[in-house]
């Protein structure tokens, strides 16, 4: 297996970082995945799981790329003034240069949030699976989980609530900003996750999607609104079990096992030359 990273340029003229995993025998007709991370600082947590996951897709013989969205990691520019349609357009920006090389079938993996982005994209980039890790089902309750975490750093700073949720959420309404472990959300990013659902963004597609959700005991049924996006053949729902790896980096497990393994067996289903 090749490693290589490098950079590049988005619509709208920032520097993505990229980093590819390429099989030593690989052809421009085989398989190309994307991966698609969460955003913000899920996105630095889960960042051990979805190597681990790029390297084992590309250890079954896909070229394999991963993309630091516009803000986040390696890449340039700001979070402050981009909403989710930013992080969509780099997803299509990368399919594309991605297609400038390969010919093969391309997939998508997603996680949280990132699901919602794969699944937005995936109709422009024609792919042809989307695989979704433990989707953020629902933009508004995921809105109402980081105000929290910024009620949680207020508590740990000044020992009380400075600014309540509803004044946090008047700053965004008005234009404003506002801080979440060191993340700066701006309105655009409001806006677009308070309109958005996973189910939303899968409707329209079809190819087919794969929702993985994790669970603790081997066995259990996925919760009841992850089971409510199953729509066979379509959207299939299963659960594998593992912990929630994107929540907190002193209590995680990047190895994912089942999680990957199960990702392995769907990614079978395309085609290799």
Known sequence: ???????????????????????????????????????????NVSQGAMVNAARALSASGARVIRIDYEGHGDSRGETVGLGLDAWIADIEDTATWARATSEGQLSLL?????????????????????????????????????????????????QRVVQNREAMVRVLQEG???????????????????????????????????????????????????AALAAPPRVTVRAVTGIQFWIDGNFLDTQQTELIRATLEISARVSTP
């Open 1 to 43: 297996m090749r490693y290589r990273s490098g950079f590049l340029e988005n619509r709208r003229g920032q520097r993505l970082f990229f980093a590819e995993d390429v099989p030593e025998r690989a052809s421009r007709e085989g398989p190309v995945w994307i991966v698609c991370s969460p955003v913000l600082e899920e996105k």
């Open 110 to 158: 997603g996680c949280r949030a990132g699901a919602i982005l794969a699944a937005r994209a995936a109709a422009a980039v024609k792919a042809d699976r989307v695989i979704a890790w433990c989707p953020v089902l629902n933009g508004a309750d995921y809105v109402q989980d980081l105000l929290r975490m910024n009620l949680t750093t207020q508590m740990a700073i000044h």
């Open 176 to 226: 404003g900003t506002i801080n979440v472990l060191g993340w700066n959300l701006g309105p655009a990013l409001y806006q677009s996750l308070v309109a958005e659902t996973f189910a939303q963004a899968v409707a329209p597609l079809t190819c087919e999607v794969d929702v993985l959700d994790l669970v603790r005991k081997k066995g259990a049924p996925p919760p009841p609104a992850v």
